[in-house]
Nanobody
Framework: QVQLVESGGGLVQAGGSLRVSCAAS????????MGWFRQAPWKEREFVAA????????YYADSVQGRFTLSRDNAKKTVTLQMNSLKPEDTAVYYCAASTDFSEVVAEYDYWGQGTQVTVSS
């Protein structure tokens, strides 16, 4: 069955870095755009970044542009979000998701992981 499994979250001080990864199985990974979303307490899930099927195009939310970098490895079926210069407002549960085309809309994504907590202390 389809699985997206996130890993790598944790606690970091403001200004620090974290890397979260997502391992995919059960579907044709290279045929899907991969995205990351996040959800903070009492807030709606929001788009963070997405990457095209072959990794040639990347899209970022304005709030993370220049600080986060998204990459994928189709051979390993993994997607990785490198997060630098983290801020307390980046604190959220981070979710990996797969879509047949680029979108910033939650409902456009077909598959979701269970999420990984990222906490940035001030």
């Amino acid at each position: 069955q389809v699985q997206l499994v996130e890993s790598g979250g944790g606690l970091v001080q403001a200004g620090g870095s974290l890397r979260v990864s997502c391992a995919a199985s059960g579907f044709t990974f290279s045929s899907y755009f991969m995205g990351w979303f996040r959800q903070a307490p009492w807030k709606e899930r929001e788009f963070v970044a997405a990457i095209s099927r072959r990794g040639l195009r990347r899209y970022y939310a304005d709030s993370v542009q220049g600080r986060f970098t998204l990459s994928r490895d189709n051979a390993k079926k993994t997607v990785t979000l490198q997060m630098n210069s983290l801020k307390p407002e980046d604190t959220a549960v981070y979710y990996c998701a797969a879509s047949t085309d680029f979108s910033e809309v939650v409902a456009e994504y077909d598959y979701w992981g269970q999420g990984t907590q990222v906490t940035v202390s001030s």
